[in-house]
């Protein structure tokens, strides 16, 4: 069975930093662009990076820009989100998020993973 499995999450005190991975099993995650994506409390789930297949291709929300580094690893099938400089209203479920530039292809999604932002 095809999964995206999220992990790094945890508790950081503003100014700090953290490393989110997104593991993909049953599927070659080259194959796939991936986006990550945070939801706070009460809050729309909202697009914070994506890469592309080749990793060549990067773009990020204006909110993170500079402080967050999105990269992939595709030998070990898994997608990196470094987050530095952390800031309280950085405070979300941390999802990632799969697809491919195929309609009608399935697309993925992992469980999410908590960051609290916090002092």
């Known amino acids: 069975q095809a999964q995206l499995v999220e992990s790094g999450g945890g508790v950081v005190q503003p100014g700090g930093s953290l490393t989110l991975s997104c593991a993909a099993s049953?599927?070659?995650?080259?194959?796939?662009?991936v986006m990550w994506y945070r939801q706070a409390p009460g809050q729309e789930r909202d697009l914070v990076a994506t890469i592309s297949r080749a990793g060549n291709i990067i773009n990020y929300a204006d909110s993170v820009k500079g402080r967050f580094t999105t990269s992939r690893d595709n030998a070990k099938n898994t997608v990196f989100l470094q987050m530095n400089s952390l800031k309280p209203e950085a405070t979300a479920v941390y999802y990632c998020?799969?697809?491919?530039?195929?309609?009608?292809?399935?697309?993925?999604w992992g469980q999410g993973t908590q960051v609290t932002v916090s002092s």
């Open positions: 049953g599927l070659t995650l080259r194959d796939y662009a």
């Open positions: 998020h799969a697809e491919r530039p195929v309609p009608g292809t399935p697309t993925y």
